[in-house]
């Protein structure tokens, strides 16, 4: 069965207020992104206990955590992502996550990403190894402007890692933003590294993020293929609708997400948690 999640963050700063419209929307699990207005790798021991006990409250358990680690420069030193993978590493063993979100690394503005393709593989092979150590695995994001925001190079990354500690967190939207159709060119190269799915979907002539089904992120197929492949992971509500709803507050453009994506998959017949 799928299971439903979402960047809570999204909905408001307050964390009791993401908590209460994840539940009203009858989804059990978040992508801890940040939260007590700080970023998760910034969180205290204390404030992850007293985050920990506010879930327990709630019903509410942790997908991912949802780190800015490789949503850096290339060429910026590399030691302190190790730092904050060793933090993200010990955040998500507190809260029971197995997954940690991961990017492949900006790349200079008007430089050609190939130059660049040693170092962007040599360090993502070096946190992957690192996952592989404390038995978690990373989710690279398809995101723009990063090494990975194309087919060809996030097969690259997968291919030269090569490990089951580094899986793909396939962004449908992201790939429209890139002009990389998600169905037709991303998913069938890249479906064998699919883990986890980011759930939003993007106008290509307007450049803006939509609920899904309503853009060029090909929705209705990828829904279909989920299913024929009966996939059983996380579907991750990030909706990023704030200009496609400028009118509405958080709460309210998360939960026109979560209804978008619902449709969708009730209209394949798909049951969800």
């Known amino acids: ?33 940040s939260v007590y207005g700080k970023n998760v790798l910034e969180l205290t021991d204390d404030e992850l206990v007293r985050l920990k006990s506010a879930l327990y409250k709630k019903g509410v358990r942790v997908s991912s955590i949802g780190s800015p680690i490789g949503k850096y420069p290339i060429q910026d030193p590399f030691t302190p992502e190790l730092e904050k993978l060793k933090r993200a590493s010990d955040i998500a063993k507190q809260l029971d996550a197995r997954y940690i979100r991961v990017f492949s690394y900006y790349i200079p503005e008007n430089e050609e990403p190939e130059n660049y393709r040693g170092e962007v593989l040599s360090r993502m092979k070096m946190l992957t190894g690192k996952a592989e150590e404390e038995h978690l695995t990373l989710l690279m994001e398809n ?64 450049r803006m993020f939509v609920p899904a089904g309503e853009g060029d992120g090909e929705f209705p197929a990828f829904v279909k293929a989920l299913k024929e492949r009966s996939f059983s992971g996380f579907l991750s509500i990030e909706p990023h609708l704030h200009r496609a709803f400028p009118e509405q507050e958080g709460p309210e453009r998360f939960k026109i997400a979560a209804q978008a994506l619902k449709r969708l998959l009730l209209k394949e017949g798909l049951a969800w948690s």
């Open 1 to 33: 069965m799928l299971v439903l999640t979402g960047f809570a963050d999204e909905i408001s700063d307050r964390l009791e207020e993401q908590l209460d419209v994840l539940v009203s929307e009858g989804i059990s699990y978040l992508e801890l992104r």
């Open 143 to 206: 995101e723009s402007g990063v090494y990975g925001d194309t087919v060809e190079r996030c097969l690259n990354i997968l291919q030269h890692c090569d490990s089951p500690c580094l899986r793909l967190a396939f962004d449908p939207g992201n790939f429209v933003m890139n002009r990389v159709m998600p169905m037709r060119e991303a998913y069938p190269q890249l479906s064998t590294y699919l883990e986890y799915v980011h759930i939003k979907d993007a106008d290509q002539q307007s």
